[in-house]
């Protein structure tokens, strides 16, 4: 089993940058494909990225892809969400995920671990 703490929100304004960080306890986190996702209000939890046990692989949501990018460090537990050229609708609750899975789904069904959440929000 493995926790996750999500780390980072804040309040930002347009066109700037933040960096999410979800450090991992318990199981080392190398054994998960690990993701983020986020969550804005009235609206479903949607995908924003994934990664591989391994960091070799790396896929991104097309409304993040070029803006956003993901890191892990196996030898300190940590996944890092750097997000650059933010906009309003970046707005949302940010939850890092974790499964046992080597697959990194979009659905977020098949995410066994899951943060608390950080808030981010973007201003105009």
């Known amino acids: 089993q493995v926790q996750l703490v999500e780390s980072g929100g804040g309040l930002v304004q347009a066109g700037t940058s933040l960096r999410l960080s979800c450090a991992a306890s318990?199981?080392?986190?190398?054994?998960?494909?690990m993701a983020w996702f986020r969550q804005a209000p009235g609206k479903e939890r949607e995908f924003v990225g994934g990664?591989?046990?391994?960091?070799?692989?790396?896929y991104y949501a097309d409304s993040v892809k070029g803006r956003f990018t993901i890191a892990r460090d196996n030898a300190k537990n940590t996944v890092a969400l750097q997000m650059s050229s933010m906009k309003p609708e970046d707005t949302a609750v940010y939850y890092c995920?974790?499964?046992?899975?080597?697959?990194?789904?979009?659905?977020?069904?098949?995410?066994?671990?899951w943060g608390q959440g950080t808030q981010v929000t973007v201003s105009s």
């Open positions: 318990g199981r080392t986190s190398s054994g998960y494909t």
């Open positions: 995920a974790a499964t046992l899975s080597a697959y990194s789904s979009t659905w977020s069904g098949q995410y066994e671990y």
């Open positions: 990664i591989s046990r391994s960091g070799g692989r790396v």
